[in-house]
């Protein structure tokens, strides 16, 4: 796969992602939901950390995380220039696109949406307020508003655990860029013999 075709898909994810977000953001408040089905909802999140809601702790916390996903991210750019440039195989570059492309949705969340967008506690964001951002460069928070309870009910009581307790699944809210970033990892995870080849060794 060329690097062209590669930065195709990287521009596609990004704009379904940030078009998602946008209008998440300037349509609906904190906390709202639409009930699409049963087992899919329209919820309206923040996380201002990692992955399901873990934060780095302490004053510079959040900094010290986006500043690393910008290094990751790096990283991951870099990998893609190399596989075009070594013509690996396309299932590789297709997927560390997906990851590329993911990775770089939720950057731009945590580097502007703290500066562009006031805060969306019982009101409906909007666009460069005004009064400034609810934020500061680097400290925005990642939009999530896919839901997916697939399952929701109480567990019976010689469930180990948490038998007697209300189970949910899927639990996690999730955007976008999560979703190419996890179909990536799982088609390498699926195609990892074709998007790594062992090389014949030569007697």
Known sequence: ????????IIILVL????????????????????RVLDWF??????????????????????????????????GIGYWLWDSVRKNLPGILIFCVALIFAGALGNI????FYG?????SHHQVATFFPEAGG??????GKVVDMLYFPLYGGTLPEWFPFWGGEYFTFFDPVFNIADSSISVGVILLLIFNKKAFPKKEISE
């Open 108 to 111: 731009i969340d945590s580097v």
């Open 15 to 34: 704009l379904i992602d940030q078009i998602s977000k946008f209008y998440i953001k300037t349509h609906f408040f904190l906390g709202e939901e639409i």
């Open 115 to 119: 500066i562009i967008f006031n805060d």
């Open 134 to 139: 609810y934020g500061t460069l680097f400290h």
């Open 41 to 74: 909802r329209i919820l309206f999140v923040e996380n201002e950390g990692m992955a399901w809601g873990a934060k780095i702790p302490g004053q510079y916390g959040k900094l010290i995380l986006t500043l690393f996903r910008i290094v990751a991210i790096g």
């Open 1 to 8: 796969m060329s690097l062209k075709k590669a930065t195709l």
